[in-house]
């Protein structure tokens, strides 16, 4: 049985009630805008989906031969260093990258949009999962360097899909303002990836933070991503639970930014249309 979507331009939109009725309704489509996604970002690539895997591998690499013999940062509890960095590495790239493809997804599918009515929102969360897949299938390496290390995967481990999916409502919460921004500056694109590498430098991902200088802590802390690295490296290979405020800062930054994304794109989502 066939269902038909009927659009009503004059219908209110009741801020995540409409979004996630959208998104429901629309599920085909999400799905295969997901492995869109995930396919054609690699469609003509030699070796495919494997850049998923190399990728933070060759970033690892770099990183692990400048700063883990040339400073040779020392680690609390003794985890090795290329642990350390890749988780690291890991999460802020699932960061940035899924950023800056929400952010770009209204304005790369505005062919489709300004022809046929789809909601938005779902090419949006569409680019955010597809990141989030690619997260998932980048942990692989981390296990096994984990397990060629001797630090070993704790039970903790099946918790990380908590952080995971509080980062991608982080991300889609993000994305969802860049979008509405790109529409009619497009210029926010590339402001956006430069913003996204500043914060990543804020994030303790290469160094630790016992090198960093008293009065510079308060913002690392205020930095939103510390909270998710501290309980996703906790879960992934440390097999402890990140202090409490952590856990706090982490869930409410994740609703509260999902919210004003929502709230600023159905503000704006009837010009939007217009623009595009």
């Not at 090419?123 to 984990?146: D, E, H, R, T």
């Amino acid at each position: 049985m066939t269902t038909t979507h009927i659009y009503d331009s004059d219908e209110p939109r009741r801020p995540l009630a409409t979004e996630w009725s959208n998104i429901w309704g629309y599920r085909g489509l999400l799905k295969l805008l997901v492995s869109r996604d995930l396919t054609a970002r690699y469609k003509r690539s030699t070796l495919g989906v494997w850049w998923t895997l190399l990728n933070p591998l060759f970033t690892m690499a770099v990183l692990w031969v400048v700063f883990g013999n040339f400073f040779r940062f020392e680690i609390p509890g003794d985890v090795p260093y290329v642990v350390y960095l890749l988780s690291g590495i890991l999460l802020i790239t699932f960061f940035s990258q899924g950023v800056v493809a929400t952010g770009s997804s209204i304005v790369n599918s505005s062919g489709i949009l300004s022809k046929v009515y789809v909601p938005a929102e779902v090419f949006s969360l569409a680019a955010a999962i597809a990141a989030l897949v690619n997260f998932g299938i980048s942990l692989m390496v981390l296990v096994g360097i984990q397990l060629v290390s001797g630090v070993g995967v704790p039970w903790t481990v099946v918790l990380v899909p908590i952080p995971a999916f509080c980062m991608l409502l982080l991300v889609a919460g993000i994305g969802l303002l860049v979008a509405s921004a790109a529409v009619f500056f497009f210029d926010v694109l590339d402001l956006i990836q430069v913003l996204t590498q500043l914060i990543s430098y804020l994030t303790p991902t290469f160094y630790p933070i016992s090198i960093v200088p008293e009065r510079f802590l308060p913002l690392i802390y205020a930095n939103p991503l510390y909270s998710y690295l501290v309980v996703f490296r906790g879960f992934m290979y440390e097999g402890v639970f990140a202090p409490g405020w952590t856990f706090a800062y982490m869930i409410g930054t994740s609703i509260a930014v999902l919210a004003l994304g929502v709230w600023v794109f159905t503000r704006s989502w009837k010009r939007l249309v217009v623009v595009l």
